[in-house]
């Protein structure tokens, strides 16, 4: 049981290229979400889920795309990076709505953009 | 902004002292998620509080559920060099759950 899996580890950008981070889970979740983490920050949401279909904003959306096409995947983009967007990228998979609400969490992808 | 504070930001302690984390937030919450990071990782689920005035127990981890919902706290005991990391707490109002910014405890041996 794989659990979350989220793709790069790490990942180098130019100012102004796009790319999308992968995240996929299998443990059949409805609800999935996308955070950074930055020094002093905490855990900010920027895109959530809670089904295939249907995405919505956070905290931080902009600059940020996503999409829910099924269950199992969840891909944030990147449009046009940015040095703000240097961070650390944690995708969660979260059991919600009977009994324990745990978040289930992506190695990460430390992304610096220069 | 952020709706979940906690405090304080950075903790050291010497191995054996206790140490505390408090969480507050803007809103009332359902519910109160803990997790831990250690350095270098990700977070990790600890426990879920629900009820208003809850307390419950992990061998030396202490947690604690305000009577308006609205606040946190977890405290250890005897820390140990295994404590080391940053501890999160959690909540939901409707569909989006916020984290804490976050208390990263230093353990010194």
């Known amino acids: 049981n794989a659990g979350v899996t989220q793709t790069p580890k790490f990942q180098v950008l130019k100012t102004g290229q796009s790319m999308t981070l992968q995240c996929a889970q299998d443990?059949?979740?409805?609800?999935m979400s996308w955070y950074r983490q930055d020094p002093g920050m905490g855990l900010r949401l920027i895109h959530y889920s809670v089904g295939a279909g249907i995405t919505d904003q956070g905290e931080v959306p902009n600059g940020y795309n996503v999409s829910r096409s099924t269950t199992e995947d969840f891909p944030l983009r990147l449009l046009s990076a940015a040095p703000s967007q240097t961070s650390v990228y944690f995708c969660a998979s979260t059991k919600w709505g009977t009994g324990v609400t745990e978040a289930f969490f992506g190695q990460g992808t430390r992304l610096t953009v220069v | 902004g952020q709706q979940v504070m906690q405090i304080p930001q950075y903790q050291h302690v010497q191995e054996g002292e206790d140490f505390t984390t408090y969480c507050n937030s803007s809103t009332t919450l359902s519910n109160i998620q803990w997790y831990k990071q250690r350095p270098g990782g990700h977070p990790v689920f600890l426990i879920q509080?629900?009820?208003?005035?809850e307390v419950k127990k992990q061998k030396r981890l202490t947690f604690q559920f305000g009577e308006a919902k609205k606040n946190s706290s977890l405290h250890i005991t005897a820390t140990q060099t295994t404590d080391v990391g940053t501890y999160f707490c959690?909540?939901?109002?409707?569909?989006?759950?916020?984290f804490g910014t976050g208390t990263s405890l230093t353990v010194i041996p």
């Open positions: 959690a909540g939901n109002t409707g569909n989006q759950f916020y």
């Open positions: 509080l629900v009820k208003s005035g």
């Open positions: 443990m059949n979740h409805e609800y």
